[in-house]
């Protein structure tokens, strides 16, 4: 099959826009739907670029070097899951490595004394619901201590929608919220603003970014993650443009369109007594989760 822009192989087929592209003008298209959300939010400055090793965060970084307009500052959770975690920090460090970019890293065990796989032992929790809490707290609490105007994370479009389905399956309204490519912070409350770079870009489309520029990624799965309810979700999620090409762009849609509908209001939202992030209750999900006690 041939390139829809050009005389050259294609490498990938992309439905919604009934297109071929050989690399260079796949790279394009990927770059054109990150470029997208940088222009229409006006995203520019210091970003924290949240790291994983995986296929999605690899590709976000090299997308974003492209941008003249932000600076980058990598960072690895060292989640301390056995050999996976370590694996994953050295694909971190060959991949920042490869742009010239230092990585910071931050090693839960090292810093508050248990990995995910002994947290989620200990609270009883299931293991992505603990560890969901922990990446969540020490992403948005790295980007605000070196002051950050923006944390990236490597959410695709597939992720999202499984995220949003998952949520209204779950009857989790008051999770069914912040279904944007850029979410504005909160200063008073040490919360710093999100950007998703690849909201618009499909699973399929970060693996063949990353294969198609040698762009360094694991694809190891979490010895954790048997059983995630979640990754049977995406499965059929992927599955959905082959019913309707625009399924997952037009779910996102209509997920926005009722959330802006919606009338719940955010519990109040406070400052944690014991570390002064925000949260909607007294102490912080991850300060219960380390059992840390106000002074
Ligand atoms: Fe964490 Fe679950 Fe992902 Fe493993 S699969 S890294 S436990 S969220
Ligand atoms: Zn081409
Ligand atoms: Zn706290």
Redesign the pocket.
């Known amino acids: 099959m041939?390139?829809?822009?050009?005389?050259?192989d294609?490498i990938i087929t992309v439905k919604w826009k009934e297109k071929s592209?050989?690399?260079?003008?796949?790279k394009n298209y990927f770059l054109g739907q990150v470029r997208k959300i940088i222009d229409k939010y006006g995203v520019k400055g210091e970003v924290a670029v949240a790291i994983s090793g995986g296929k999605d965060s690899s590709a976000m970084l090299e997308a974003l070097t492209h941008f003249r307009e932000i600076e980058l500052r990598p960072f690895y959770i060292d989640l301390g899951i056995e050999d996976y975690s370590m694996k994953l920090k050295d694909i971190a460090k060959k991949l920042t490595e490869s742009y010239g970019l230092p990585l910071d890293i931050i090693d839960l065990q090292k810093e508050y004394g248990k990995g995910v796989s002994e947290l989620s032992e200990k609270s009883k929790g299931a293991p992505c619901s603990v560890c969901g809490t922990v990446k969540r707290y020490l992403m948005n609490r790295y980007a605000h201590e070196i002051s950050a105007d923006y944390l990236a994370t490597g959410h695709n479009l597939s992720d999202m929608v499984t995220f949003a389905l998952n949520n209204l399956i779950n009857v989790q309204l008051s999770s069914f919220r912040g279904i944007k490519p850029v979410l504005p912070g909160d200063q008073k409350f040490n919360l710093v603003s999100r950007f998703r770079p690849l909201y618009f870009l499909r699973d399929r489309e970060t693996l063949v970014y990353v294969l198609s520029n040698n762009i360094p990624f694991s694809q190891d799965e979490c010895p954790l993650s048997s059983g995630a309810p979640t990754l049977k979700l995406k499965s059929w999620v992927m599955r959905l443009e082959d019913y309707n090409p625009r399924a997952l762009l037009n779910l996102l849609n209509s997920f926005s369109k009722i959330e802006e509908k919606m009338e719940i209001k955010d519990g109040e939202l406070r400052k944690c007594e014991v570390c002064g992030y925000a949260t909607s209750t007294r102490v912080c999900k991850f300060c219960r989760l380390l059992r840390r006690k106000t002074h």
């Open positions: 041939k390139c829809s822009n050009c005389s050259r294609a592209y050989c690399e260079e003008h796949f």
